[in-house]
């Protein structure tokens, strides 16, 4: 695989203006979305062989997702990309302005395992709806879906359009080293320093979308069982390898051991009192991430769960009971069916937690008191989050999906992401009609009218 020579292919393709034609666009994307429909099936198989994820949670998460996006941006590709005309100011009376929507050029798309699918083929699809070339590289973890994306992606285009490049650290090093004109990661906070450090070497934009601890708190007015309900099925969807995931829970001390036991009773329910036998709880990525999560286990009060087996990459729906914030598992990222609960009896207790960290990628309360509602989300700076449901802000493509800080850089999703991978550029086009003289030298007696025009103008 000879990447400068691609990615040279794909300058002289985007050179030729080509995809800067709408209907183009339209069309490649329907070839797309026709193509994808055909290896659904291909795509459920994949997800199972590479960590039992089920065809249901697929569906779900990653499949659905994908074709919604698409249906989105072939429906709306024509609007989207028009210029849009804006208000005249004051400074650029008499003219008619604009803000084009642009595609970049060369785009790299840097995906992840976790929702290895959803997070290769939406950035990429926004990618190309915006007019750019694109490279994906997919994850290395997840063989089987990875070869599907490149499979998908050299039937529906050519090289000098789009490809997929699959490979581990060495080809992402390699992908890096080269000039981009955007690069959209997906993946770890410290992988994401190495992207950003990278881009800013020839100034390239990015969007970098991160992790880390997403807190969920739980106060005492709440509907216990259906916020328990809630909270494991976003906990425990994907094995809880979810970015958005409640990394989590901080409950008002009194409902803490009620909430353990509706959590357990929650767990039961769905995945039965051995969920190693249920086809429906995926296994961890591989044997790496799964003692990683064991060593997390060391000295914690585990008041349900806790079994593993490391050959098959399992570890079952585990809570643990109030684990020390200097302990492994309120360090890092969880990333797996880990639920730690902590407890709070005022704000300041749950400053006390959510303070030690960076500003999440999500944040869940779970209240029927608004003003405690309105708190949370008034002192706290996360990326996104929701009230009474776990993850559910994911899935309306209305709202921007990103971090902030140290979870992530920019935001997609729906136009977002369409914008996302659009240079606004900005025309103001001057009318000869009219020529006001007060803006030209010499200014002697003209600064008080200037003044004057400002105020009225604004
Ligand atoms: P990762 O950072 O290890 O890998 C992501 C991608 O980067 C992979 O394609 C990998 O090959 C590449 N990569 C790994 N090391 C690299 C290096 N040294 N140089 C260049 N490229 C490198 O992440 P992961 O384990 O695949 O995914 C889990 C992480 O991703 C979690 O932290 C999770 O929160 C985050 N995540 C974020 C979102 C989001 O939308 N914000 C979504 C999914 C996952």
Excluded at 16 to 29: E, H, P, Y
Excluded at 230 to 235: F, L, P, S, V
Excluded at 408 to 422: Q, V
Aim: proline share 6%; hydrophobic share 40%; net charge neutral.
């Amino acid at each position: 695989m000879n990447i400068p020579s691609i990615l040279k292919q794909q300058r002289a393709y985007f050179k030729t203006q080509q995809t800067k034609n709408v209907s183009f666009r339209i069309d490649i994307l329907k070839k797309l979305k026709q193509e994808i429909v055909s290896r659904e099936q291909d795509i459920y198989d994949a997800f199972k062989k590479d960590f039992n994820k089920s065809a249901f949670e697929g569906f779900i998460s990653e499949y659905g997702l994908v074709i919604s996006e698409l249906d989105l941006a072939i429906k709306n590709l024509k609007s989207w990309s028009k210029p849009k005309r804006v208000t005249p100011s004051i400074l650029t009376f008499p003219s008619t302005d604009y803000i084009y929507k642009e595609p970049y050029g060369t785009v790299l798309v840097i995906a992840p395992w976790n929702y290895p699918f959803l997070l290769a083929i939406d950035p990429m699809l926004m990618a190309i709806a915006a007019g750019n070339t694109v490279v994906v590289k997919p994850s290395e973890l997840t063989v089987h879906t990875s070869k599907l994306i490149t499979e998908i992606i050299k039937s529906v285009f050519e090289t000098e359009h789009a490809t997929s490049i699959e490979g581990g650290i060495p080809i992402a090093t390699e992908l890096l080293e080269q000039k981009w004109d955007y690069i959209f990661f997906t993946g770890s906070v410290p992988v994401g320093k190495i992207v950003a450090k990278a881009a800013a070497k020839h100034l390239t934009p990015v969007t970098l979308e991160l992790g880390g601890k997403s807190p969920c708190i739980v106060d005492d007015t709440i509907n216990l069982k259906l916020a328990a309900k809630r909270i494991a099925w976003g906990k425990l969807l994907n094995g809880g390898q979810t970015c958005i995931a409640p990394d989590y829970v901080i409950a008002e001390s009194s409902i803490k051991d009620k909430l353990i036991e509706a959590l357990k009773a929650e767990i039961i329910n769905a995945y039965g009192d051995n969920p190693r036998e249920s086809g429906d709880f995926p296994r961890i990525i591989n044997e790496r991430n799964t003692k990683r999560l064991i060593e997390m286990l060391d000295d914690v009060n585990i008041v349900y769960g806790g079994e593993y087996h490391i050959e098959s990459c399992y570890i079952a729906p585990t809570l643990v009971d109030h684990p020390s914030l200097d302990s492994k598992l309120m360090q890092d990222e969880i990333f797996g069916p880990i639920l730690p609960i902590l407890t709070y009896t005022n704000e300041t207790d749950i400053d006390n937690i959510i303070s030690n960290y960076d500003k999440p990628l999500s944040l869940y309360v779970f209240s029927k008191d608004k003003a405690f509602i309105d708190a949370i989300l008034k002192n706290y700076s996360f990326g996104g989050g929701a009230i009474n449901d776990p993850l559910i802000h994911f899935g309306n493509h209305r709202l921007p999906f990103g971090g902030v800080g140290a979870s992530g850089i920019g935001a997609y999703h729906g136009k977002h992401g369409f914008d996302t991978f659009s240079h606004h550029k900005s025309i103001s086009k001057r009318g000869t009609w009219f020529d006001p003289p007060v803006r030209y030298a010499p200014y002697k007696g003209k600064l008080g009218l200037l003044k004057k025009m400002f105020k009225w103008f604004g």
